[in-house]
């Protein structure tokens, strides 16, 4: 007897690839059922209301994107404020603009224009310029040279990875702008903001008419849970899919200590960071600010990086040379399987939310217009 799938996706994940892949699809007269093993649904965006404030359950999410098509789908579900992140680094009790630019050179060297604040990074990253960067401190050194390196990257990178820095690919360090003028904006991209109400609105938008579950692992039924589709979209780590066949992929996690306070305004700003090796947490975020709020009351969260485990969720991909040969033979894995892998954990990309959204997009655009060609 054949047994007819109930659904054509199972997608395993409720974040942002597995719910613009499930929106997508139901618009293109799929039935999907979307699952997740947390108990909620968004993934990492997923917020939680404390004293009317959206607290970024992990971690701070800052949406930016230089693509307009991609700005204007994540506004159609709800609208963004104009949030412009500007965090601060707190090195050994004083305070430094952040991403590096004139005010950062103004508070570390006293210089006043660019001239002079190129004077001196041209001294400090002579001697770093002749070859290529192999590794983050070289990238970084050569970069923005010596001052800044040991005061706002070494100790918050070390941390944050859990490894020399010399051993990081120098791709990481480039994440950040470098920019002479006093320009405190973090990104460079032109379009920024914060869903008006929190992430949620987004997912609940995307998964509108999708049927979801959560607290189903897509481990503990596997057989029959794929059973249920004509195809799986997966989202969750690739080596967990492969059942570790090449060995673990590593991933650094966080632990978050949220903590409510009876003040309007602890810190002043969304994002300080603690560059300093000593101090065991990387950032604290007050969560009130990415909206403007006015409660009475304010929520901070201290990040403290550790190694993922089973007790822990993967949040970041190490994308160092080890842990990218072990990913490319699970890659080579993917080429023989039905299934569909996308997102951070499945492609083991250090993806942001605009790239996670695209990928999901274009990869909807490719399966549902080949499709209509068939027809
Ligand atoms: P996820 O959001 O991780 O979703 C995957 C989902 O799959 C999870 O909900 C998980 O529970 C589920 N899952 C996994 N395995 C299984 C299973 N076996 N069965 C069922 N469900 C499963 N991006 C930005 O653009 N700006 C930022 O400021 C920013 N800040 C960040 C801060 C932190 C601390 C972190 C960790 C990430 C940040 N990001 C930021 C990146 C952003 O979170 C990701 O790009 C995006 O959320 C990834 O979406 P995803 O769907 O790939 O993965
Ligand atoms: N970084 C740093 N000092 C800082 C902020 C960032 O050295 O004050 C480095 C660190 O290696 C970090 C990387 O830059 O992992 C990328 O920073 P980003 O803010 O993009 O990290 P995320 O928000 O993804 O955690």
Redesign the pocket.
Known sequence: MKVTADYDFLIVGAGLFGAVFAHEATKNNKKCLVIDKRNHLGGNTFCENIHGINVHTY??HIFHTNDKTIWDYVNSFVPFNRYTNS?L?NFEGKLYN?PFNMNTFYQLWGTKNPEEAKEILNKQTSAYKNSKPTN?EEQ?LSLVGEDIYHK??????EK??GRK?TL?PPF??K??PLRFTFDNN?FNDTYQGIPIGGYNKLTEGLLKNVKCLTNVDFFKDRSELSRLAKQVVFTGKIDEYFNYEHGKLEYRSLTFEHEAMEMPNFQGNAVV?Y?EASIPF??IIEHKHFEYGTQKNTVITKEYPLEASSQNEPF?PINDLKNTQRYNLYKEMTKSESTIFGGRLAEYK?Y?MHQVIGAALSKTRKLFSSQLALK
């Open positions: 971690g701070a965090p680094a952040l983050l970084a706002l990257i070494k100790g918050y990178t944050q990875w820095a990081l990481i360090i994440r950040l973090y960071n560059t990387t950032r970041y250090y942001d």
